[in-house]
Each structure stands twice: as C-alpha cells, then as structure tokens.
C-alpha cells in the first residue's frame, strides 16, 4: 500500500496548456503539501492544507491552484504552462502542522513543458 | 527568517570511509532539525530528527546532533556503503510554517 500517491508520474506538455497533478494519501493525515523540485534539486513549499483549508501559501504565481475536495486528497492544477514551470512536483503529508512533525512525501511527478 | 545552509556536493567517497555533511541553520524561535534522504527517482524519506539542543537522532547509522550553540546539524556515518549513494537534505521547522530545506547534498559512494 502506497501512503502518498501521485499522479502521473511523469507530464510532458506544451506551453499555455493546463494541467493536474493529482495525490492521495491513506494515512488518516490531517495536513498536506505540495512543493517544488527544480533542476539543481532545491525543494520549495508552495501550498499546505490542514483539513481541507489552505494554511501556507507561498509566493506561487495564481497560475497554480490547489484544491482540497477532502483531507485525503490535495490535487494541483496549473494553468497556462510556463517553460519555467518544468520541474518535479511532491506531495507531501502529516500527521498534523505540528513542528514534530514527520512528512511523508510521495515518488514525485517530473513535469517538462515544451 | 529561517535558512539551512547544507554543504555543496556531490560528495564522493569509497565504500567504508566516514561521512560528515554539514549543515548549519538560521531560525526564528526553537526549531526541530531533521535529516530527510531522496533516492534516485524517489520521494524523500525521513532519515532523523532531534527536537531539542543537545539531543541525537539517529538511524540506519547515521547520527546528527542538535547544536544550539553553533547552529548546527551535521550528519555523520562511521562507514558508508554503495547503498548509502543518494541526497542528503538538512531541514527544520520552527512551528512558524513548514519545513525549510537546504539546497541537498549529492553523495556517490564507490566500490
């Protein structure tokens, strides 16, 4: 069983086009995350949900919208595909925002924008 | 506000020799450390943590201690294996927001 899964794994896409990236988790967790991995492997919070309400908003371009449509589920949706905006994508969950804390993370999905 | 500085790599060591990556922090507060580990084409995987000064994470032998006093976390294994070959990533979180990485350390590890 997969605590954190992601989908797809893999996006390859043309420019101005919109997408998602979906992820489940069956932990029971009440928190989520969505960051950003680029070329030289620096990771960036972009979102985080604690039971279904946006906590974290980082200065991510409008162009990305979470949603969370229960604690379970965080999918990304990227409108107007960016060259830029290739990179891989993690989501993340925990038990709960606390500093403590341990995030369990999923295998990722590699975007490339054509 | 808050900032990991992790050595840069890669990393390049013979299979039995010891490690160290250095890792060094700026935050707000009392943060909780940690030492997450990516393998190729994985997601990262939580190695260690320590939530106060003085304490020592610690796994699959590797150990990190908490210093309050030089703000830093560094990792350390006595002898590393092949399998050992990944990205080794410092964090913290001072209870402000979430994690905050460092830019990764590569390490290769040889026959």
């Known amino acids: 069983d997969t605590a954190v899964s992601q989908t797809p794994k893999y996006l390859v896409t043309q420019m101005g086009n919109d997408k998602s990236i979906k992820c489940e988790q069956n932990?029971?967790?009440?928190?989520m995350y969505w960051y950003k991995q680029d070329s030289k492997k620096f990771l960036k919070i972009m979102f985080s949900?604690?039971?279904?309400?946006?906590?974290i908003n980082e200065t991510v371009p409008n162009r990305f919208s979470p949603k969370s449509p229960d604690k379970a589920h965080l999918n990304l949706h990227i409108n107007s595909l960016e060259l830029g905006d290739s990179a891989v994508y993690f989501c993340?969950?925990?038990?709960?925002?606390?500093?403590?804390?341990?995030?369990?993370f999923g295998s990722g999905t590699q975007l490339s924008v054509l | 506000g808050n900032s990991v500085t992790q050595m840069e790599g890669p990393v390049t060591l013979s299979e039995e020799a010891f490690l160290t990556i250095n890792c060094t922090y700026t935050?707000?507060?009392?943060?909780?450390l940690f030492w997450y580990v990516q393998y190729p084409g994985e997601g990262l995987q939580l190695l260690l943590k320590?939530?106060?000064?003085?304490d020592k994470g610690s796994n699959k032998g590797f150990e990190a201690t908490y210093r309050k006093e030089t703000t830093s976390f560094h990792l350390e294994k006595g002898s590393v294996q092949v399998s050992d070959s990944a990205v080794y990533f410092c964090?913290?979180?001072?209870?402000?927001?979430?994690?905050?990485f460092g830019k990764g350390t590569m390490l290769l590890v040889s026959p």
């Open positions: 320590a939530t106060k000064a003085d």
């Open positions: 932990l029971g967790h009440d928190t």
């Open positions: 949900y604690n039971n279904k309400e946006l906590i």
């Open positions: 964090a913290l979180n001072s209870g402000y927001s979430t994690l905050t």
């Open positions: 993340a969950s925990s038990q709960d925002s606390n500093r403590n804390e341990k995030l369990f």
């Open positions: 935050a707000t507060g009392y943060p909780s």
